[in-house]
């Protein structure tokens, strides 16, 4: 784990989300989504048209995150029909999330990721397990994903290495007259 990070455009909460481990709150479950919201329109799970058809990988990392953060994490169907409907892979601590297993160790391997999943999730977990990716490349490309245009939308960010978290960060909120909602 890193130190914590505060900037303008994030900061780390790596520390506030590991504290439920510390306390034992590992009482969880990893669990079959029946439907998925999508723009306020539920697709119910019919092993058609709206299908449970997750890799073993995804449910290995819906266990990591039950049993690293302690929160119920369900898997989320994918929908074949109709069409154009991008789907998260996991609801966890109610928000969706989508996994982004990285190969490489590019300069823009994050970035490449995720630039267009903008209606699949603002929330991504990273797993770099089988990337050589250097730390320093890796915190570089995560602040770009806060800073660029195409990838700005982004809201929280994990990033794991086998089982260990690396760092969290969330996008900082701004009020209305754009100051931080942080204190320094």
């Known amino acids: 784990m890193i130190d914590t990070i505060k900037t303008d455009k994030y900061t780390d909460i790596t520390n506030s989300w590991l504290k439920n481990k510390q306390y034992g709150h590992n009482n969880c479950n990893v669990i079959d989504a029946k439907y998925y919201v ?26 990591w995150l039950c049993n690293t953060f302690g929160s119920n994490v369900y898997m989320m169907p994918r929908i074949n029909y109709p069409n154009g409907i991008m789907t998260a892979d996991y609801l966890f601590k109610n928000e969706y999330w989508d996994l982004k297993t990285i190969k490489g160790s590019g300069k823009r391997s994050i970035e490449d990721a995720i630039k267009k999943k903008r209606k699949q999730s603002n929330n991504f977990i990273f797993d770099i397990t ?23 939308w982004v809201d929280k960010v994990i990033v794991k290495k086998n089982e260990d978290v690396i760092l969290i960060y969330k996008k900082t909120s701004r009020n209305p007259t754009g100051h931080d909602q942080f204190c320094n």
């Open 38 to 63: 999508y723009n306020n329109i539920k697709y119910n799970v019919d092993k058609k048209n709206v299908i449970l058809d997750y890799s073993k990988q995804e449910r290995r990392i819906a266990l």
């Open 130 to 152: 089988n990337s050589k990716m250097e730390l320093e490349s890796l915190l570089f490309q995560i602040e770009k994903i806060y800073i660029s245009k195409t990838t700005n």
